[in-house]
């Protein structure tokens, strides 16, 4: 087993990727060397957990959460990996902050960051918004290193915002590579990114556009499926066309989920609202219009309820190579007659997926934790093989 650890630092050490004092903001920001090091990095931290070495690299420090919308599974696996690492989690809330008295984003970033390494922020419920406010942070974070105000400029993970959520992409491209073998075996490999009914409206864009942005950089084939209306952001589908053209593999605009599911290896029916929703909700939000927001409401659960049809059934699975495609969803899923009469997904079917749904949420601790320490280390390589040498008292409980 130790042998598999070596092999995985042996293949950071040959990408020669530099991560070092970069932000994570968008998986199309990064070279695909540095993609895979987050994936190695993160494989390596799984094996340290599960020989039960501690991945300790840090004696003292905060990583800092921002989540400006509700979370579970992106908020406990941003606390799970900085204790895996050994910092302490402190989390931003605004409302018992002095952001309401007038603080500007400038003043905060740098008052929260004096013994910071990480800043964590979710930022998705704002089209155009969100990726736009981590940057600003950026921004205010170089200003104070610069000036000498901060010892450090901590590093900023986006863990969701209005374009892209790169923790959970990355982590459902580790559990990929974990199903199929390699990220080399994934090449050719069809991928249906599906709307699906939804009994609720309003879902952040930010998941379909991770996928569809990340995955066509693998030489797959990406159909991207979903009712006349509901398109994403023109210039990610753009992107997605373009990646694909260079990988050798393919990427499709379908209007049918039965088209989409036909042949494919993996299936991925999720949830999203209209990208025009999603803008005239962004304007009601900022004006607080609560009557407009419940006007709009109502007209999006009417135009949803025209497409029913669009559900991950038995049936729907039949269409997939071999009726044994791989069905993945970000979690929580819609299940039908289980949380609504109908939603994105049958129960039978939910419920055969269960436990490789779950391991795939579970990779996003180690991914999360990746980004992390290759943002503070210089060499991570180095920092994981010492770990393996010096760590073998210091076991976890």
């Not at 909700?281 to 949803?304: F, H, I, P």
């Not at 290759?374 to 010096?390: G, H, I, M, W, Y």
């Amino acid at each position: 087993m130790k042998n598999e650890l070596e092999a995985i630092l042996g293949n950071i050490e040959k990408a020669k990727a530099s991560l070092y004092q970069k932000d994570f903001l968008l998986t199309w920001e990064k070279s695909f060397p540095e993609l895979e090091t987050i994936l190695w990095v993160a494989e390596a931290l799984k094996y340290l957990r599960d020989n039960n070495i501690s991945a300790k690299v840090f004696d003292s420090g905060l990583a800092i959460s921002q989540f400006r919308d509700n979370s579970t599974r992106t908020r406990f696996s941003f606390a799970s990996a900085a204790n895996l690492l050994g910092l302490a989690v402190q989390d931003l809330d605004e409302g018992k902050s002095q952001i309401a008295h007038g603080e500007t984003v400038r003043e905060t970033s740098a008052m929260i960051s004096f013994l910071s390494d990480i800043i964590g922020i979710r930022d998705d419920m704002y089209l155009g918004a969100g990726n736009t406010y981590m940057r600003e942070v950026g921004a205010a974070l170089d200003e104070a290193f610069a000036d000498g105000v901060l010892p450090q400029r901590p590093g900023i993970v986006n863990l969701q915002c209005d374009i892209d959520h790169p923790t959970q992409s990355m982590a459902d491209l580790l559990h990929l590579k974990t199903v199929f073998g390699s990220l080399e075996n994934l090449k050719g490999k069809k991928i249906a990114m599906t709307w699906a009914y939804s009994p609720s409206y309003g879902k952040p864009l930010s998941v379909p556009q991770g996928i569809i942005g990340l995955m066509t950089r693998l030489g797959m084939q990406v159909d991207l499926a979903y009712p006349e209306g509901y398109g994403l952001i023109p210039e990610v589908v753009e992107l997605a066309g373009k990646q694909a053209a260079e990988t050798g593999g393919s990427f499709r605009v379908t209007h049918s989920m039965d088209e989409a599911f036909k042949d494919a290896d993996i299936v991925y029916p999720k949830s999203w609202a209209p990208f025009n929703v999603m803008e005239q909700r962004t304007e009601l939000l900022r004006n607080n219009d609560r009557d407009g927001l419940k006007s709009l409401e109502k007209e999006c659960l009417a135009n949803n309820a025209r497409f029913m049809d669009w559900e991950c059934t038995e049936q729907k699975m039949k269409l997939t190579r071999e009726g044994k495609a791989l069905y993945m969803h970000c979690l929580p899923a819609d299940i039908s007659a289980v949380s609504c009469e109908k939603g994105e997904v049958e129960a039978s079917v939910f419920e055969r997926y269960r436990v490789p749904l779950y391991k795939q949420a579970g990779f996003k601790p180690y991914i999360i934790a990746s980004m992390m320490l290759t943002n503070r280390f210089e060499s991570p390589a180095s920092v994981l093989r010492k770990l393996l040498q010096d760590n073998t008292s210091r076991v976890i409980g």
